[in-house]
Structures are given as structure tokens and as C-alpha cells.
Nanobody, 125 residues
């Protein structure tokens, strides 16, 4: 059973940077790993995804500011966030599934069957 654990959430000022990590994958990391976020009172939305083959996809709202990486040897997923804005405030979740997706489908949270408990990111203005 895969139990994902996120870390790195914090309170940061607008314009600042923050890095998130996700661990708990089994010996072989799933094919597709992703980050989603959920702001208070809103639906969980896609942030970024990466496939084992190295493809990366981002939500338009974070392109150029966030970077998703994976370290297969350590079965760890990262999200480096910069130029943070108050609207980035949310609980950030890592997710994964055994399979591949495209730029269009990776954002569909129904594909993902492994989820972490989330880590809070708060950006103050």
C-alpha cells in the first residue's frame, strides 16, 4: 500500500519561494506523479504533473513560476514554487497513478488513486 506524505508547507510572503516534497512511494515510483491544490471553499485543482518519461505539464496559473521534478532513485516528488502570490494559498496534495497521461488528461484528478494528506501553503500579501 502506498502512503504519501507531503512536507515543506509554510507561511511565506508574496514574491517569495518555497519547496515541497512528497515521499512514500514504493520501490518503483508510479508512472505519473502530480501536485494538486485546494483553497478554502474551492475544488481541488491541478497544479503540475510529471511522467516517468520526463514529460511535464503545468496549470496555466503556475507556468513559469513553479517547477515539478522527480527523483526516481529516491522515489521522491518535488515542487519548487517561486514568485508566490496570495492566490497560491492552499493545501497542496501530491498524487500518483500507474499509467500515463497527456497534457489534456493529466489534470483530471479522477486518474489518480494515490493521494497524500496535504501540506498547507499560505502566502501573505
Amino acid at each position: 500500500q502506498v502512503q504519501l506524505v507531503e512536507s515543506g508547507g509554510d507561511l511565506v510572503q508574496a514574491g517569495g519561494s518555497l519547496g515541497l516534497s512528497c515521499e512514500g512511494f514504493e520501490r518503483t515510483a508510479p508512472s505519473t506523479m502530480a501536485w494538486f491544490r485546494q483553497a478554502p471553499g474551492k475544488e481541488r485543482t491541478f497544479v503540475a504533473a510529471t511522467t516517468r518519461g520526463g514529460s511535464k505539464f503545468y496549470a496555466d496559473s503556475v507556468k513559469g513560476r513553479f517547477s515539478i521534478t522527480r527523483e526516481n532513485a529516491r522515489n521522491t516528488l518535488f515542487l519548487q514554487m517561486s514568485s508566490l502570490k496570495p492566490e497560491d494559498t492552499a493545501v497542496y496534495f501530491c498524487a500518483a497513478f500507474v499509467g500515463y497521461c497527456s497534457a489534456r488528461s493529466c489534470s483530471d484528478r479522477r486518474l489518480y488513486n494515490y493521494w497524500g494528506q496535504g501540506t498547507q501553503v499560505t502566502v501573505s500579501s
